[in-house]
């Protein structure tokens, strides 16, 4: 059986009407308050208040407050009249019940109108929001197509510039070659009138006086001479002229190089690609290519590339185990520990790499370079700044271009000064 909220207290004035129902200890929400025109129900189980009004009002600006115990109702009536009493005297039972189911069904029909005007406001707002969206992809699509249409027209005009100038520039080279070629015919014509009147002019320090032909064989025997002293030399033979350079492996001219170095060099560096070891029990389940020392180094690089420093490690472990000859293994994977904060490791690793980059020589200065500055950031890092700074003044004489690591070195000066300062 409900508990029935008897105490309440209520004032009116000609157009609205004021309750105060007391709900002391009560957890009250808007779901326990039920309002028509004619009907006002509170429901907190197992209370409960139900009132059948005098007359009807407009529920629809009708409110209910909740705070401090107290649900205050503002109910504005439909007619401004004063009501001799809140609720409705002198009705049975019947007449309750069919008030109260009336006003159900009122709530029913009015919460069903409102979902259906919902739902039609929002099926226009999705209808609205689709032609706004097709009209935007349409203007977008537009503007697309009008940049296409202008990037096409500047090609085009390009095009044409381009092809035309290509005519000019033809037609340019076309008429400069035909000047030329008269320039050459009018050279051989020159030089054919030249020879001509070389011929029909006698040498100097012979008569100035015209010479009378005579009659007979004898009558232009000076000509005669004259042409076989004019004959042309024979051109010399042609011959072949042989180069020699010295072969080189290095980059640098063979005056600023040494000899001995490179070649213990590169006889270590052979030696190195020839050392395999090929007994390891677990390369047995290997591929070829994973007994390869090169391609597992590949492998390692590009796992180092993609942030995966744990399994670089391990790709470098064993082409280790495969070849210990190779500096390059130990240099990658000292940057792998210089990642995964293996500081000690790093240090090892680096000191392995300087000791197979021997001897210094111009095609192994980069790796010593980097072999100096992982060793000396190790060592930073461990709080090492002397033997760090020791290692990047290595690495500068070796590269003293670098800037990167000229400002890294100055760095470390800062902090070993601010160190000593400190102490």
């Given at each position: 059986?409900?508990?029935?909220?008897?105490?309440?207290?209520?004032?009116?004035?000609?157009?609205?009407?004021?309750?105060?129902?007391?709900?002391?200890?009560?957890?009250?929400?808007?779901?326990?308050?039920?309002?028509?025109?004619?009907?006002?129900?509170?429901?907190?189980?197992?209370?409960?208040?139900?009132?059948?009004?005098?007359?009807?009002?407009?529920?629809?600006?009708?409110?209910?407050?909740?705070?401090?115990?107290?649900?205050?109702?503002?109910?504005?009536?439909?007619?401004?009249?004063?009501?001799?009493?809140?609720?409705?005297?002198?009705?049975?039972?019947?007449?309750?019940?069919?008030?109260?189911?009336?006003?159900?069904?009122?709530?029913?029909?009015?919460?069903?109108?409102?979902?259906?005007?919902?739902?039609?406001?929002?099926?226009?707002?999705?209808?609205?929001?689709?032609?706004?969206?097709?009209?935007?992809?349409?203007?977008?699509?537009?503007?697309?197509?009008?940049?296409k249409e202008k990037e096409r027209q500047k090609v085009t005009k390009e095009l044409e510039l381009w092809?035309?100038?290509?005519?000019?520039?033809?037609?340019?080279?076309?008429?400069?070659?035909?000047?030329?070629?008269?320039?050459?015919?009018?050279?051989?014509?020159?030089?054919?009138?030249?020879?001509?009147?070389?011929?029909?002019?006698?040498?100097?320090?012979?008569?100035?006086?015209?010479?009378?032909?005579?009659?007979?064989?004898?009558?232009?025997?000076?000509?005669?001479?004259?042409?076989?002293?004019?004959?042309?030399?024979?051109?010399?033979?042609?011959?072949?002229?042989?180069?020699?350079?010295?072969?080189?492996?290095?980059?640098?001219?063979?005056?600023?190089?040494?000899?001995?170095?490179?070649?213990?060099?590169?006889?270590?560096?052979?030696?190195?690609?020839?050392?395999?070891?090929?007994?390891?029990?677990?390369?047995?389940?290997?591929?070829?290519?994973?007994?390869?020392?090169?391609?597992?180094?590949?492998?390692?690089?590009?796992?180092?590339?993609?942030?995966?420093?744990?399994?670089?490690?391990?790709?470098?472990?064993?082409?280790?185990?495969?070849?210990?000859?190779?500096?390059?293994?130990?240099?990658?994977?000292?940057?792998?520990?210089?990642?995964?904060?293996?500081?000690?490791?790093?240090?090892?690793?680096?000191?392995?790499?300087?000791?197979?980059?021997?001897?210094?020589?111009?095609?192994?200065?980069?790796?010593?370079?980097?072999?100096?500055?992982?060793?000396?950031?190790?060592?930073?890092?461990?709080?090492?700044?002397?033997?760090?700074?020791?290692?990047?003044?290595?690495?500068?004489?070796?590269?003293?271009?670098?800037?990167?690591?000229?400002?890294?070195?100055?760095?470390?000066?800062?902090?070993?000064?601010?160190t000593t300062q400190d102490s």
């Amino acid at each position: 059986m409900p508990v029935w909220l008897r105490e309440h207290c209520w004032r009116q004035t000609a157009s609205a009407v004021y309750l105060s129902l007391p709900v002391r200890g009560l957890r009250v929400t808007p779901a326990n308050i039920f309002c028509t025109d004619q009907y006002l129900k509170v429901s907190i189980p197992p209370f409960l208040f139900e009132a059948i009004l005098y007359a009807p009002i407009d529920d629809t600006n009708s409110t209910a407050k909740i705070g401090n115990g107290v649900i205050f109702f503002t109910l504005y009536k439909k007619e401004a009249a004063m009501w001799d009493s809140l609720t409705l005297g002198n009705a049975d039972k019947e007449k309750l019940q069919y008030l109260r189911e009336n006003a159900v069904l009122k709530a029913h029909e009015k919460a069903k109108e409102e979902t259906e005007a919902k739902k039609v406001t929002k099926q226009e707002h999705k209808k609205y929001a689709l032609e706004a969206t097709m009209k935007l992809e349409e203007a977008e699509r537009k503007r697309i197509e009008d940049l296409k249409e202008k990037e096409r027209q500047k090609v085009t005009k390009e095009l044409e510039l381009w092809q035309k100038q290509q005519e000019d520039a033809e037609k340019q080279k076309r008429v400069q070659k035909e000047g030329e070629l008269h320039e050459e015919i009018e050279q051989l014509k020159e030089k054919k009138k030249e020879k001509m009147n070389k011929t029909g002019i006698p040498h100097e320090g012979t008569s100035k006086t015209r010479l009378k032909p005579t009659k007979g064989h004898g009558s232009y025997s000076i000509f005669s001479e004259n042409l076989k002293e004019e004959q042309l030399p024979a051109p010399r033979s042609a011959a072949t002229i042989k180069i020699n350079f010295t072969s080189r492996v290095f980059p640098t001219a063979l005056r600023e190089s040494r000899v001995a170095e490179e070649e213990e060099w590169l006889r270590k560096q052979a030696e190195a690609r020839r050392t395999v070891s090929a007994d390891l029990s677990e390369l047995e389940d290997l591929k070829e290519e994973e007994k390869n020392p090169d391609w597992l180094k590949e492998k390692g690089n590009k796992m180092f590339a993609t942030g995966n420093y744990l399994a670089a490690v391990n790709a470098y472990n064993l082409a280790v185990r495969l070849n210990s000859k190779l500096p390059l293994l130990y240099l990658n994977r000292a940057a792998c520990h210089l990642k995964l904060r293996n500081l000690h490791k790093a240090i090892e690793d680096s000191s392995k790499a300087l000791e197979l980059l021997t001897p210094p020589v111009p095609d192994n200065e980069n790796a010593r370079a980097k072999a100096y500055v992982r060793r000396g950031t190790a060592f930073c890092q461990l709080e090492l700044y002397t033997e760090g700074l020791q290692d990047y003044e290595a690495a500068l004489k070796i590269d003293p271009e670098n800037k990167t690591i000229e400002k890294d070195a100055e760095k470390i000066r800062h902090l070993i000064q601010g160190t000593t300062q400190d102490s």
